[in-house]
């Protein structure tokens, strides 16, 4: 009801209003169960699916709740044939159909969940047959059409899958032959996890956030994302393998074998120093802890490389280095270069280890 009511009080400054994507997306899971009851919640749904696209999928990067004038609604009707904008990227689509199911749930109203299955069928449809997803779909062009780990894009789409075969709320209206799919589907991005997973000799080590679609090979994306070894894309693929009730012998050792790689290449004496620059922006550096007893963070990297596991920065010119100092403000402050996330991926195989000894 909290949420509920933070959504209300919010009225009084016009959510209603475009506001960044991010809001949805972390709005949509916290509302609660009586307010997906209401009639604000059943526009917010009826705005959803008029966002759907003919794939089944939703485009990024949408607040959903804006109200919409004539023109823009419009603008969306056609925006609907446009299927190459349907996409997993930034918890697109996976968003929409846990929104529309769970308003469902909390009304009858068949479209909702008649949406929710078309968004269901579209991820399974989107699946390669090797088991992993692109990061758009049915988009056949550029990165976009690599295995997708970045952002937690495959990820996501692999927990909703297993909610749904699962049967779990709210997704108990989904027939048994979609849920038969899921189960199916799910099974096989694990196996994909296990094929992506990047060797070092003998060595397992980690993943690349994306990996090319035929070869299964680390693969670049955007100038600045080169194939690599991912500080951070690997922690929720290591959380998803410890998440499995009854592991295999491979997953095991997938998981023994990142973790290590976690352990090995953890960043210390390192801490994120604040600064204002020359033209009055903010800034930071990474400087070295001021003293023993002073508060600094594990780190991992977001990229290492490939064959020596260095970390590395890269600007928009697509030129690694080795230095977070010597790539343009632009970039430094507009990506995530450092992450703390191994931590947690640490404390969880502590608890999975007892478990599975």
Known sequence: MACCLTLHAQEEVSYKAKQSYKSWVSLAPK????????????????NVLLYQQDSGGWPKNIY???????????????????????????????????YLSRVYQATSQERF????????????KAQYPHGGWPQFWPRNYGYY???????????????LLREVYEHKAPYTFVPDSIRQ????????GIGCILKTQIRQGDQLTVWCAQHDEQTLAPAKARAYELPSLSGAE???????????????????????GAVAWL?????????????IDEQGRKDYRMAPCPEDDFPCPVLWARFYTLEDNRPFFCDRDGIPRYDLSEIG???RNGYSWYNTDGEKVLKAYRQWKKKHE
Do not use: W
């Open 64 to 98: 959903m709740p804006a109200e919409l004038s004539p023109a823009e609604l419009e603008d969306v009707l056609q925006a609907k044939h446009d299927v190459n904008e349907s996409t997993i990227d930034n918890g697109a689509t996976t968003t929409e159909i846990r």
């Open 31 to 46: 509302l609660s169960d009586a307010f997906c009851a209401t009639a604000e919640a059943v526009r917010i749904a009826d």
């Open 113 to 124: 969940a008649q949406g929710a299955l078309e968004g269901i069928r579209y991820l399974l």
């Open 329 to 331: 403000y632009e970039r």
């Open 263 to 275: 352990k090995a290449h953890r960043i210390t004496g390192l801490y994120r120093q604040e600064f």
């Open 145 to 159: 059409t690599h295995i997708t780990y970045n952002d937690g894009a495959m990820i996501n789409t692999m927990k």
């Open 181 to 188: 799919a899921a189960r199916i589907a799910f099974d096989k």
């Open 234 to 256: 690997s922690d929720d693929i290591i959380l998803l393998l410890m998440s499995l009730p009854n592991p295999s012998e491979a997953v095991k050792a997938s998981i023994e």
